[in-house]
Protein backbone atom coordinates (compact mmCIF):
# COMPACT_ATOMS: atom_id res chain seq x y z
CA UNK A 1 0.00 0.00 0.00
CA UNK A 2 2.80 2.43 0.75
CA UNK A 3 6.79 3.08 -0.07
CA UNK A 4 9.00 5.07 1.92
CA UNK A 5 12.57 5.73 0.31
CA UNK A 6 15.87 5.26 2.47
CA UNK A 7 18.52 4.33 0.11
CA UNK A 8 18.10 8.31 -1.83
CA UNK A 9 16.37 7.30 -5.01
CA UNK A 10 15.04 10.76 -6.83
CA UNK A 11 13.64 11.88 -9.89
CA UNK A 12 16.84 13.04 -11.69
CA UNK A 13 14.85 14.13 -14.98
CA UNK A 14 11.84 15.27 -16.51
CA UNK A 15 10.85 15.98 -19.81
CA UNK A 16 7.24 17.06 -21.57
CA UNK A 17 6.16 16.46 -25.22
CA UNK A 18 4.74 19.54 -26.30
CA UNK A 19 0.86 20.12 -25.62
CA UNK A 20 -1.82 20.70 -28.75
CA UNK A 21 -5.43 20.40 -29.03
CA UNK A 22 -5.00 19.76 -32.66
CA UNK A 23 -2.53 17.68 -33.58
CA UNK A 24 -0.65 17.33 -36.85
CA UNK A 25 -1.28 15.00 -39.21
CA UNK A 26 1.02 11.82 -38.85
CA UNK A 27 0.94 12.48 -35.27
CA UNK A 28 1.12 9.44 -33.39
CA UNK A 29 1.22 8.49 -29.59
CA UNK A 30 4.39 6.20 -29.96
CA UNK A 31 5.49 9.40 -31.45
CA UNK A 32 4.70 11.79 -28.50
CA UNK A 33 5.78 9.51 -25.84
CA UNK A 34 9.33 8.50 -27.13
CA UNK A 35 9.60 12.30 -27.40
CA UNK A 36 8.61 12.70 -24.04
CA UNK A 37 11.71 9.97 -23.05
CA UNK A 38 14.19 11.57 -25.08
CA UNK A 39 13.38 14.98 -23.36
CA UNK A 40 13.93 13.20 -19.54
CA UNK A 41 16.95 11.68 -20.80
CA UNK A 42 18.52 14.85 -21.68
CA UNK A 43 17.44 16.53 -18.99
CA UNK A 44 19.17 13.82 -16.53
CA UNK A 45 22.31 14.02 -18.45
CA UNK A 46 21.74 10.30 -19.48
CA UNK A 47 21.32 8.16 -22.81
CA UNK A 48 19.03 4.97 -23.93
CA UNK A 49 21.95 3.34 -23.06
CA UNK A 50 22.27 3.68 -19.18
CA UNK A 51 17.66 2.85 -18.91
CA UNK A 52 17.39 -0.74 -17.53
CA UNK A 53 13.88 -0.40 -16.20
CA UNK A 54 10.94 1.15 -18.25
CA UNK A 55 7.48 2.09 -17.52
CA UNK A 56 4.42 3.21 -19.78
CA UNK A 57 0.87 4.70 -18.93
CA UNK A 58 -1.34 4.92 -22.41
CA UNK A 59 -4.76 4.78 -22.94
CA UNK A 60 -3.89 5.09 -26.45
CA UNK A 61 -0.76 2.99 -27.73
CA UNK A 62 -2.30 -0.29 -28.70
CA UNK A 63 -1.80 -2.24 -29.95
CA UNK A 64 1.33 -1.67 -28.85
CA UNK A 65 2.37 -2.08 -25.38
CA UNK A 66 5.28 -1.19 -23.25
CA UNK A 67 7.81 -4.06 -24.13
CA UNK A 68 6.92 -2.85 -27.86
CA UNK A 69 7.26 1.19 -27.05
CA UNK A 70 10.72 0.03 -25.27
CA UNK A 71 11.80 -2.09 -28.51
CA UNK A 72 10.55 1.38 -30.51
CA UNK A 73 13.00 3.14 -28.56
CA UNK A 74 16.24 0.83 -28.62
CA UNK A 75 15.50 0.35 -24.75
CA UNK A 76 16.60 -3.11 -23.31
CA UNK A 77 15.81 -3.42 -19.77
CA UNK A 78 15.11 -6.03 -16.71
CA UNK A 79 12.44 -3.92 -15.20
CA UNK A 80 9.13 -3.44 -17.19
CA UNK A 81 5.71 -1.72 -15.99
CA UNK A 82 2.51 -0.93 -17.89
CA UNK A 83 -0.07 1.01 -15.90
CA UNK A 84 -3.92 2.16 -17.16
CA UNK A 85 -4.82 3.50 -14.54
CA UNK A 86 -5.29 7.29 -15.61
CA UNK A 87 -4.57 10.00 -13.50
CA UNK A 88 -3.71 7.81 -10.86
CA UNK A 89 -0.70 6.05 -12.77
CA UNK A 90 2.26 8.51 -12.12
CA UNK A 91 2.01 7.56 -8.34
CA UNK A 92 1.60 4.07 -8.63
CA UNK A 93 4.45 3.64 -11.52
CA UNK A 94 6.74 5.96 -9.27
CA UNK A 95 5.86 3.69 -6.21
CA UNK A 96 7.04 0.54 -7.65
CA UNK A 97 9.95 2.51 -9.91
CA UNK A 98 11.49 3.23 -6.41
CA UNK A 99 10.86 -0.07 -4.97
CA UNK A 100 13.03 -1.49 -8.57
CA UNK A 101 15.57 0.76 -7.79
CA UNK A 102 15.60 -0.07 -4.13
CA UNK A 103 15.99 -4.09 -4.61
CA UNK A 104 18.56 -3.02 -7.46
CA UNK A 105 16.06 -4.70 -10.12
CA UNK A 106 16.59 -1.63 -11.92
CA UNK A 107 19.00 1.58 -11.61
CA UNK A 108 17.81 4.13 -13.68
CA UNK A 109 13.93 3.66 -14.71
CA UNK A 110 11.72 5.85 -17.33
CA UNK A 111 8.31 6.06 -16.24
CA UNK A 112 6.22 8.02 -19.28
CA UNK A 113 2.43 8.71 -19.74
CA UNK A 114 0.58 10.33 -22.45
CA UNK A 115 -1.78 9.93 -25.76
CA UNK A 116 -2.62 11.10 -28.71
CA UNK A 117 -5.60 12.58 -28.04
CA UNK A 118 -8.17 14.21 -31.17
CA UNK A 119 -11.67 15.04 -30.77
CA UNK A 120 -12.90 11.59 -32.58
CA UNK A 121 -10.45 9.37 -29.98
CA UNK A 122 -11.51 11.45 -26.84
CA UNK A 123 -15.05 10.70 -27.70
CA UNK A 124 -14.52 7.11 -28.18
CA UNK A 125 -12.32 6.60 -24.96
CA UNK A 126 -15.11 8.36 -22.93
CA UNK A 127 -17.68 6.02 -23.88
CA UNK A 128 -15.76 2.99 -23.41
CA UNK A 129 -13.57 4.14 -20.44
CA UNK A 130 -14.40 1.13 -18.83
CA UNK A 131 -17.58 -1.80 -18.62
CA UNK A 132 -19.44 0.34 -16.09
CA UNK A 133 -19.32 3.51 -18.55
CA UNK A 134 -20.15 1.78 -21.60
CA UNK A 135 -23.20 -0.29 -20.19
CA UNK A 136 -24.61 1.84 -17.81
CA UNK A 137 -23.40 6.00 -18.94
CA UNK A 138 -22.85 5.72 -22.37
CA UNK A 139 -26.41 5.28 -23.15
CA UNK A 140 -27.89 8.15 -21.33
CA UNK A 141 -28.31 11.65 -23.45
CA UNK A 142 -24.59 13.09 -21.86
CA UNK A 143 -21.27 13.09 -23.17
CA UNK A 144 -18.59 12.03 -21.19
CA UNK A 145 -18.56 12.80 -17.14
CA UNK A 146 -19.40 16.50 -17.09
CA UNK A 147 -22.64 15.53 -15.92
CA UNK A 148 -21.53 13.67 -13.16
CA UNK A 149 -19.26 15.97 -12.27
CA UNK A 150 -21.68 18.35 -11.95
CA UNK A 151 -23.52 16.85 -9.60
CA UNK A 152 -20.87 16.05 -7.13
CA UNK A 153 -19.55 19.86 -7.75
CA UNK A 154 -23.64 20.45 -6.33
CA UNK A 155 -23.14 18.16 -3.55
CA UNK A 156 -19.70 19.88 -2.30
CA UNK A 157 -21.06 23.77 -2.92
CA UNK A 158 -24.30 22.96 -0.40
CA UNK A 159 -22.00 20.60 1.94
CA UNK A 160 -19.06 23.38 2.27
CA UNK A 161 -21.11 26.47 1.43
CA UNK A 162 -19.14 27.05 -1.53
CA UNK A 163 -19.81 29.59 -4.66
CA UNK A 164 -19.22 29.59 -8.05
CA UNK A 165 -17.08 32.58 -7.19
CA UNK A 166 -14.52 30.26 -5.10
CA UNK A 167 -13.99 27.78 -7.87
CA UNK A 168 -13.61 30.63 -9.95
CA UNK A 169 -10.96 31.75 -7.71
CA UNK A 170 -9.13 28.59 -8.32
CA UNK A 171 -9.32 28.33 -11.70
CA UNK A 172 -8.44 31.77 -12.22
CA UNK A 173 -5.10 31.35 -9.93
CA UNK A 174 -4.41 28.03 -12.32
CA UNK A 175 -4.51 30.29 -15.40
CA UNK A 176 -2.25 32.80 -14.05
CA UNK A 177 0.47 30.22 -13.69
CA UNK A 178 0.31 29.24 -16.89
CA UNK A 179 0.97 32.68 -18.37
CA UNK A 180 4.23 31.57 -17.22
CA UNK A 181 4.71 28.26 -18.46
CA UNK A 182 5.47 28.28 -22.61
CA UNK A 183 3.82 24.31 -22.64
CA UNK A 184 0.72 25.05 -21.17
CA UNK A 185 -2.15 25.52 -24.50
CA UNK A 186 -4.06 28.48 -22.49
CA UNK A 187 -1.67 30.88 -21.57
CA UNK A 188 -4.25 34.18 -21.94
CA UNK A 189 -4.99 35.87 -18.20
CA UNK A 190 -8.39 34.83 -17.52
CA UNK A 191 -10.78 37.39 -15.16
CA UNK A 192 -13.37 35.85 -12.42
CA UNK A 193 -15.76 37.74 -14.45
CA UNK A 194 -14.62 36.21 -17.26
CA UNK A 195 -14.97 32.73 -15.45
CA UNK A 196 -18.30 33.86 -14.20
CA UNK A 197 -19.51 34.58 -17.87
CA UNK A 198 -18.66 31.57 -19.40
CA UNK A 199 -21.16 29.22 -21.08
CA UNK A 200 -23.03 26.61 -19.12
CA UNK A 201 -21.74 23.22 -19.94
CA UNK A 202 -23.49 21.20 -17.14
CA UNK A 203 -25.06 23.65 -14.74
CA UNK A 204 -23.06 24.39 -11.79
CA UNK A 205 -20.25 23.85 -14.24
CA UNK A 206 -19.06 26.76 -17.41
CA UNK A 207 -16.28 26.03 -19.86
CA UNK A 208 -13.56 26.84 -17.80
CA UNK A 209 -14.70 24.11 -15.26
CA UNK A 210 -13.89 21.48 -17.59
CA UNK A 211 -10.08 20.12 -18.52
CA UNK A 212 -9.34 20.71 -21.95
CA UNK A 213 -8.03 17.30 -24.07
CA UNK A 214 -4.78 17.77 -25.36
CA UNK A 215 -2.21 15.53 -27.50
CA UNK A 216 1.04 15.20 -25.53
CA UNK A 217 3.10 13.14 -22.85
CA UNK A 218 5.21 13.39 -19.67
CA UNK A 219 8.49 11.81 -18.47
CA UNK A 220 10.46 11.07 -15.42
CA UNK A 221 13.40 9.11 -14.56
CA UNK A 222 14.27 8.04 -11.24
CA UNK A 223 17.59 6.45 -9.91
CA UNK A 224 19.82 6.88 -6.64
CA UNK A 225 20.65 10.20 -6.09
CA UNK A 226 23.92 9.67 -7.30
CA UNK A 227 22.74 9.47 -10.76
CA UNK A 228 21.81 13.08 -10.24
CA UNK A 229 24.20 15.88 -12.69
CA UNK A 230 22.95 18.46 -10.29
CA UNK A 231 19.50 19.29 -8.22
CA UNK A 232 17.06 16.30 -8.07
CA UNK A 233 13.84 15.90 -6.49
CA UNK A 234 14.16 12.84 -3.62
CA UNK A 235 11.31 10.69 -3.11
CA UNK A 236 10.31 10.19 0.52
CA UNK A 237 7.49 8.38 0.37
CA UNK A 238 4.70 7.14 -1.96
CA UNK A 239 1.28 6.27 -0.30
CA UNK A 240 -1.52 4.60 -3.16
CA UNK A 241 -4.83 2.94 -2.25
CA UNK A 242 -7.83 1.45 -4.80
CA UNK A 243 -11.63 1.57 -4.40
CA UNK A 244 -11.10 3.58 -1.29
CA UNK A 245 -13.84 6.39 -2.81
CA UNK A 246 -16.92 4.28 -2.65
CA UNK A 247 -16.71 3.75 0.92
CA UNK A 248 -17.47 7.60 1.39
CA UNK A 249 -20.67 6.91 -0.88
CA UNK A 250 -20.91 10.74 -2.16
CA UNK A 251 -17.52 11.40 -3.94
CA UNK A 252 -16.24 14.66 -2.19
CA UNK A 253 -13.98 12.25 -0.03
CA UNK A 254 -10.83 10.68 -2.30
CA UNK A 255 -8.31 7.79 -1.42
CA UNK A 256 -6.26 11.09 -0.99
CA UNK A 257 -7.69 11.53 2.35
CA UNK A 258 -6.46 7.40 3.29
CA UNK A 259 -3.00 7.70 1.21
CA UNK A 260 -1.93 11.50 2.97
CA UNK A 261 -1.59 10.42 6.91
CA UNK A 262 0.57 7.86 5.94
CA UNK A 263 2.63 9.54 3.26
CA UNK A 264 3.34 12.46 5.59
CA UNK A 265 4.44 9.69 8.54
CA UNK A 266 6.57 7.84 6.44
CA UNK A 267 8.17 11.17 4.94
CA UNK A 268 8.67 12.53 8.51
CA UNK A 269 7.25 15.83 7.38
CA UNK A 270 3.91 17.30 7.97
CA UNK A 271 1.19 18.83 5.91
CA UNK A 272 2.30 22.27 6.80
CA UNK A 273 5.82 21.80 5.55
CA UNK A 274 4.35 21.45 2.19
CA UNK A 275 5.86 24.21 -0.12
CA UNK A 276 4.15 23.54 -3.43
CA UNK A 277 1.51 21.01 -4.62
CA UNK A 278 0.41 19.22 -7.64
CA UNK A 279 -3.19 17.66 -7.11
CA UNK A 280 -5.21 16.35 -10.08
CA UNK A 281 -7.29 18.65 -11.49
CA UNK A 282 -10.03 17.64 -14.35
CA UNK A 283 -12.19 19.81 -12.68
CA UNK A 284 -11.96 22.07 -9.97
CA UNK A 285 -14.15 20.45 -7.50
CA UNK A 286 -11.56 17.71 -7.25
CA UNK A 287 -8.33 20.09 -6.64
CA UNK A 288 -10.99 21.18 -3.37
CA UNK A 289 -11.51 17.69 -2.59
CA UNK A 290 -7.95 16.94 -2.73
CA UNK A 291 -6.75 19.95 -1.29
CA UNK A 292 -8.88 18.96 2.03
CA UNK A 293 -7.73 15.61 1.82
CA UNK A 294 -4.38 16.46 2.21
CA UNK A 295 -4.92 18.42 5.79
CA UNK A 296 -3.21 21.05 4.70
CA UNK A 297 -3.49 24.48 6.88
CA UNK A 298 -7.10 25.55 6.38
CA UNK A 299 -8.51 22.91 5.01
CA UNK A 300 -11.43 22.80 7.62
CA UNK A 301 -12.35 26.25 6.18
CA UNK A 302 -12.63 25.76 2.45
CA UNK A 303 -13.63 29.19 1.44
CA UNK A 304 -10.40 30.47 3.11
CA UNK A 305 -8.57 27.81 1.54
CA UNK A 306 -9.61 28.57 -1.98
CA UNK A 307 -8.80 32.72 -1.02
CA UNK A 308 -5.41 31.26 -0.26
CA UNK A 309 -4.79 29.51 -3.44
CA UNK A 310 -6.73 32.43 -5.37
CA UNK A 311 -4.25 34.74 -3.85
CA UNK A 312 -1.53 32.25 -4.93
CA UNK A 313 -0.23 32.29 -1.37
CA UNK A 314 -0.57 28.19 -1.55
CA UNK A 315 1.34 27.19 -4.34
CA UNK A 316 -1.31 25.12 -6.38
CA UNK A 317 -0.65 23.26 -9.82
CA UNK A 318 1.60 25.87 -10.48
CA UNK A 319 2.02 24.57 -14.45
CA UNK A 320 -1.57 26.02 -14.92
CA UNK A 321 -2.42 22.42 -13.99
CA UNK A 322 -4.79 20.65 -16.43
CA UNK A 323 -7.54 23.00 -16.73
CA UNK A 324 -5.12 25.48 -18.04
CA UNK A 325 -1.97 23.22 -19.52
CA UNK A 326 -4.54 20.45 -20.65
CA UNK A 327 -5.24 17.09 -20.01
CA UNK A 328 -2.88 14.75 -22.63
CA UNK A 329 -4.90 11.27 -21.56
CA UNK A 330 -3.06 8.97 -19.34
CA UNK A 331 -0.39 11.90 -19.00
CA UNK A 332 -2.45 13.96 -17.07
CA UNK A 333 -1.41 12.07 -13.76
CA UNK A 334 2.41 12.63 -14.75
CA UNK A 335 1.78 16.69 -15.47
CA UNK A 336 1.76 17.37 -12.00
CA UNK A 337 4.71 15.21 -11.30
CA UNK A 338 6.68 17.41 -13.67
CA UNK A 339 5.51 20.45 -12.40
CA UNK A 340 7.01 19.72 -8.71
CA UNK A 341 9.82 17.65 -9.73
CA UNK A 342 10.53 21.03 -11.31
CA UNK A 343 9.63 23.74 -9.09
CA UNK A 344 12.20 21.60 -6.60
CA UNK A 345 15.02 21.44 -9.15
CA UNK A 346 14.94 25.33 -9.61
CA UNK A 347 13.73 25.11 -12.92
CA UNK A 348 10.38 26.35 -12.94
CA UNK A 349 11.33 29.62 -14.82
CA UNK A 350 9.24 32.39 -14.33
CA UNK A 351 6.98 31.03 -11.83
CA UNK A 352 9.64 29.61 -9.23
CA UNK A 353 7.99 29.33 -6.09
CA UNK A 354 11.50 27.60 -4.15
CA UNK A 355 10.94 25.85 -1.10
CA UNK A 356 12.18 22.52 -0.06
CA UNK A 357 8.62 19.72 -0.03
CA UNK A 358 6.47 19.17 -2.91
CA UNK A 359 3.38 16.78 -2.80
CA UNK A 360 1.99 15.30 -6.10
CA UNK A 361 -1.90 13.76 -5.46
CA UNK A 362 -3.00 11.26 -8.52
CA UNK A 363 -6.96 10.60 -8.78
CA UNK A 364 -8.07 8.71 -11.67
CA UNK A 365 -10.47 5.77 -13.22
CA UNK A 366 -14.24 7.23 -12.31
CA UNK A 367 -16.97 4.42 -11.97
CA UNK A 368 -19.92 5.71 -11.58
CA UNK A 369 -19.59 8.57 -9.57
CA UNK A 370 -16.35 8.22 -7.71
CA UNK A 371 -12.31 7.78 -8.88
CA UNK A 372 -11.08 4.16 -8.12
CA UNK A 373 -7.69 4.87 -7.38
CA UNK A 374 -5.53 7.57 -5.30
CA UNK A 375 -2.03 8.17 -4.23
CA UNK A 376 0.37 10.84 -2.55
CA UNK A 377 3.98 11.30 -3.06
CA UNK A 378 6.04 13.47 -1.20
CA UNK A 379 9.09 14.76 -2.52
CA UNK A 380 12.02 17.34 -1.21
CA UNK A 381 14.77 19.00 -3.17
CA UNK A 382 18.13 17.56 -3.24
Known amino acids: MSSTTSGGVAVVGAGESPYTRHPAAGTTTAGVLGDAVRRALADAGLTTADVDGFGVSSFTLQPDHAVDLAWRLGLRVDWLMQDTNGGASAGGMLQHAVRAVEAGDASVVVLVAGDLMDREVHVEMVRRYNRATAEHLAPLPMTGPNALFAMLTRRQMDRFGLAREDYGRLVVAQRAWAVANPGAVYRTPLALEEYLAAPT ?12 PVTGADA ?17 AVATTYNTDDQAGDGLTTGVASCAPRAFERAG ?20 AQLADLGLPGADDLPRLLALVGERNLPVNTSGGQLSAGQPGAG ?28 VTGYGMVLYRHGACGNVAVLEAA
Open 220 to 236: VVVAAETRASGRCARVL
Open 201 to 212: VSEPLGRYDCVP
Open 332 to 359: GGMHGLVEVVRQLRGQADGRQVGGRIGV
Open 269 to 288: VEPADVDVVSVYDDYPAMVV
